[in-house]
């Protein structure tokens, strides 16, 4: 999300439906990260679904930087992934 030393905001509207990584400003100073799907994005504010299936609205105005990030991996049944030779 950083280029350079900048903050890069890179999601639109249109990515309703893709994962995505938004960094805002956090209350107390600071930025705080969240990553989920586009569930809606209206009035500025978008609703964000977490991985553990919980909702999260972001207001757009507090976004310093975004992007789309590819989806999570399937969990593999029985454990670890296989070790290369």
Not at 3 to 17: N, Y
Request: aromatic share 2%; glycine share 10%.
């Amino acid at each position: 999300m950083q280029l350079r030393g900048r903050l890069v905001h890179r999601i639109a509207p249109d990515d309703l439906g893709e994962r995505v990584s938004v960094r805002i400003t956090h209350p107390g100073g600071g930025f705080t990260d969240i990553v989920g799907v586009v569930e809606s994005w209206a009035e500025g504010v978008l609703t964000l679904r977490r991985r553990d299936d919980s909702t999260v609205e972001v207001r757009e105005a507090d976004i310093v930087a975004s992007r789309v990030v590819p989806p999570v991996p399937p969990r593999r049944r029985g454990g670890r992934p296989p070790q290369a030779p």
